[in-house]
């Protein structure tokens, strides 16, 4: 089973060396709302992460992991 990473959307962005303020103008969210996203309380939408993905230029596979319980088997 597939688990969200809630760290994925600051890593990737760290990683670009994008700040908060450019990666939310790729992606059509307010900063407001990727800080809010970074923190990682709730999973974001499908269409945000598509967004996400595209404005880092990653596939949605990026902000997830395999559960430990199915890396075992």
Do not use: C, H
């Amino acid at each position: 089973m597939l688990r969200y990473r809630r760290t994925a959307i600051k890593e990737l962005r760290e990683e670009e060396g994008l700040p908060l303020d450019d990666l939310a103008r790729r992606a059509k969210l307010t900063t407001r709302n990727l800080r809010y996203l970074e923190r990682g309380p709730q999973i974001p939408r499908a269409d945000t992460l598509a967004r996400l993905a595209q404005a880092l230029g990653v596939g949605i596979g990026m902000f997830f992991e395999q559960s430990e319980t199915e890396a075992e088997r």
